[in-house]
């Protein structure tokens, strides 16, 4: 019998080779051919459900030595509301004991905010995973949630990290109710950028929302968690504006009085649809660019309420429990080292167990690629149950 141990082994062998060899893979554009929205339609009224109970499921293809499904299942609001998200899950096609397979759940970066651009409804959404993929092969599960209001109904709360955590948490819990999987309640959760912060307040959130789940760390790579900092850094990149309507507009789906077109400029707020209802990040992003900050905005949402309170809030993380890897690459001009190692600094005040790594080298595109190994084999070291690092 392959232990987890023996697997965690296995695993970095796997990934060193699979990184060698073959570099770094390119996803399909997101965005450019999706399936029918029938599957993401509810019932409605939605029948009453528990966090994580499955609404539907849909085997889709998967490669050799695995299957995988679109689910949709219940989560929570930030207002508590029983809602509707959708994702993806993916499982070895090996025979399990059920419950027996630990669950590796996942939060993607930033797509845009569209329902078209949810990584679950890509014409191959296995794809948007890549990277998790050996773990699959080593005998885990991938839960990759496509966040609230993304790819099922109402508006995504784009950097909101309560909501983003829940639905991360949730998309565990859907796994393990899909049989087929065999997922049990072990649970590593893994995030890049803005699935870095949702990964991280998952993290903040496991005890008090999923005490059922057995959280076993978090890894994140390039955790977009300081909002106000990173929209701060935005303003200085005409390339980036987009990001910063895409939190606007992410904030007033969880607060009313969060208008957004009282900040923005009229040519601001005609574009707004690529935004949050027609396009993926880079048509928002493109559309946004030569505007600039402001050409987009009337106002500085950095120092408007309801805005400003609201990033405070989702730039605090009151404690993460369990252990913590952090990536960081070193060129990263979205997500800036000196933010990602204040964060660092704040978590290790706090006794949390952290393990930070910086590749001096990295980009924030390239950081995935070049933390795999890493980031791969800890991952499979906390499953296994092998001694915890720390550069606290």
Partial sequence: MVTWRRRALILVTMVTLGVACQGAAASPPIGTDIVGDTFYQPPSPLPAGQPGDLIRTEEVAAPSGSRAWRVLYHSRSTYGADIAVSGLVVAPSSPAAPGSRPVVAWGHGTVGSADRCAPSRQSDPIAQVAGL????????????????????????????????????????????????????????VAGYSQGGQAGLFASELAPSYAPDLRLLGTAVAAPAVDVSSLAASAEHHRGDT????????????????????????????????????????????ASYAHLGMWGTFSTDPLTTEPWARGWRRDSTLDGVNGPVLIVQGGRDALVPQAT????????????????????????????????????????????????VPTTC
């Fill in 133 to 188: 993929s050996r773990l699959v092969q080593a005998g885990a599960v991938i839960a990759a949630s496509d966040y609230e209001g993304l790819g099922g109904p109402g508006p995504h709360p784009y950097l909101v990290g309560a909501s983003e955590g829940r639905s991360v948490l949730d998309a565990a819990r859907a796994a393990e109710h899909l049989s087929a999987s065999g997922a049990g309640d072990r649970v590593v």
């Fill in 242 to 285: 987009g990001l910063i309507v895409a939190a606007v507009a992410g904030y007033a789906a969880v607060d009313p009085t969060a208008d957004p077109g009282t900040v923005l400029t009229a040519a601001g707020r005609s574009r707004l649809h690529l935004v949050i209802a027609d396009g993926c990040n880079d048509q928002a992003l």
């Fill in 340 to 387: 990602t190692s204040a964060l660092v600094r704040q978590l290790c005040h706090q006794n949390a167990t952290v393990a930070y790594r910086v590749y001096n080298s990295a980009t924030h595109a390239s950081i995935p690629v070049a933390s795999s190994v890493d980031v791969m084999a800890w991952i499979a070291a906390r499953v296994a149950g092998l001694p």
